[in-house]
Each structure stands twice: as C-alpha cells, then as structure tokens.
C-alpha cells in the first residue's frame, strides 16, 4: 500500500513522544547542570531543510520562554559565515537539530564551531549513535521517532517536543 509507512507514522505519534518526555526527563538533569556550568550568553540552533523550520520554532520558543537570547539559521550559515553569525563562540550553546544525525553540513557546521572554541554542543536527533551525536557534548534522542517514510512527520513532533522541553 501506497503511503503505509507515512500512515503508521503518524499514527504511531502520541507513543513517540511520550518517549520524548521521558528521554528528556531522564537527562534533564544533566541539561541543567551542563547550561548553569556554560557561560553562554546565547542560544544557536542550526538544521537544514525541516529541521531548519523546527530551528527556527524552537529558538523563538527558547527566547521567549527562558529570556536568554537564541536565534536559528540553515546550518550552511554557520557553515559558511560562521564570524557573521557567531560572535562569539566561546559564549554560545549550539543546538544542532538533524533526524538522522548524518546530515553533512550539520556535522561540519558542528566541527567548524567547536575547532572555533564554541561553549558547548547539545543535538536533537532520533539517532543518539549517529555521527553528529558523537560530536555533541549531550544528546536529546528521540529513538522512537524514527522513521522509513521520506516525510518527516513523528519525527518532527517528537524533535519539536524535545525542543519545547529544553525551553521550559
């Protein structure tokens, strides 16, 4: 049947992101004790494509919620513009967003601002063993969110909620 993987998908939601909260639980607090530990005066969230748009929801939420300046951009931004973009590494948390965790210009975005001296590095993927999660210095999975579908639909969600989490 055509589209059964995108059906159980988002069929599949509400299950995908209890795990969230649950995951997020589970590590908050090591969140906590990492963010009081960062002298970070800003919050950078980067992601392409979908998680470029789940980005930008999350850094206006982020802002909005905890008062600390935060701000998204296409990872290829940081990429590429990495001085106009980040002022300061040494002061910036980076929350890198990508479903797979294997999205090249994430992951070099990612290695650009750490070999710059960025404060830390905290991913949001649905594969904690992933090559950009190896990068991080803390993951927030979302295991029971990955998908077959090319869609991102429970994946998106669930990386959403783990996004609203960290804001609260």
């Not at 599949?12 to 209890?18: L, M, N, V, Y």
């Not at 960062?38 to 008062?67: E, K």
């Not at 210009?105 to 991913?123: C, D, L, N, P, R």
Request: proline letters at 4%; one cysteine or more.
């Amino acid at each position: 049947m055509n589209g059964q993987h995108t059906y159980q998908e988002i069929t599949t939601q509400p299950t995908a992101w209890e795990d969230a909260l649950t995951a997020f639980a589970g590590i908050a607090p090591t969140l906590k004790a990492s963010w009081q530990a960062l002298d970070a005066n800003q919050v950078l969230f980067i992601g392409c494509g979908s998680t470029h748009y789940l980005s930008l929801a999350a850094a206006a939420l982020f802002q909005q919620t905890t008062g600390v300046a935060a701000r998204a951009v296409p990872s290829s931004e940081l990429l590429l513009f990495d001085k106009t973009v980040v002022a300061d590494p040494a002061r910036t948390l980076l929350v890198a967003i990508s479903r797979s965790g294997t999205t090249t210009e994430t992951i070099t975005a990612v290695s650009k601002f750490q070999q710059q001296g960025g404060a830390a590095v905290w991913t949001i993927t649905c594969y904690p063993e992933s090559p950009l999660a190896q990068l991080s210095n803390i993951v927030l999975p979302t295991v029971a969110a990955q998908e077959q579908s090319v869609a991102q639909t429970r994946s998106f969600a669930s990386m959403m909620i783990m996004a609203q989490a960290l804001a609260a």
